[in-house]
């Protein structure tokens, strides 16, 4: 069985709303949820930390890599959390480490991760990371 992380080796907590939506055939929510969940929680931070523009801004973020391991179900309705750190900060790429907990329980449901590698929005071709980015980064490390 593999380990999973206590939520207090996170730094950015917050909470998921199951929709009814998000449960398949076998009366749990899909595995697919979890990476729409793994894209809120990232850019929810992002955009209230003031650190990326998703309508305006210069740089974009594209996702070149994910996974997720999975540990046990939930379903809808119940009221989930999200967590976020960051694993490694790279000129023009970030490795964002995440899971998924029911409120209140220590143990994750699912954890994953995933790497944005960001790039100008116009040209596609890979930008460094903007100081206010960076900084919102470094304070999930």
Request: net charge negative; hydrophobic share 45%; glycine share 6%.
């Amino acid at each position: 069985m593999i380990n999973t992380s206590s939520r207090t080796a996170y730094k950015h907590i917050r909470p998921l709303q199951t929709r009814w939506a998000d449960n398949d055939i076998y009366g749990h929510i899909n595995n697919v949820a979890y990476y729409g969940f793994f894209d809120t929680i990232v850019n929810e931070y992002l955009i209230s930390m003031s650190a990326l523009d998703i309508h305006d801004g210069a740089i974009i973020g594209l996702v070149v890599e994910t996974h997720c391991n999975y540990f046990a179900p939930a379903a809808f309705p119940d009221a989930l959390e999200g967590a976020l750190r960051v694993a490694h900060i790279g000129n023009s790429s970030v490795r964002y480490e995440l899971g998924v907990f029911k409120k209140g329980e220590d143990a994750a449901l699912a954890e994953g991760h995933f790497v944005h590698v960001y790039v100008d929005r116009a040209s596609r071709k890979s930008a460094p990371l903007p100081d206010a980015l960076r900084k919102a980064l470094l304070s999930l490390t």
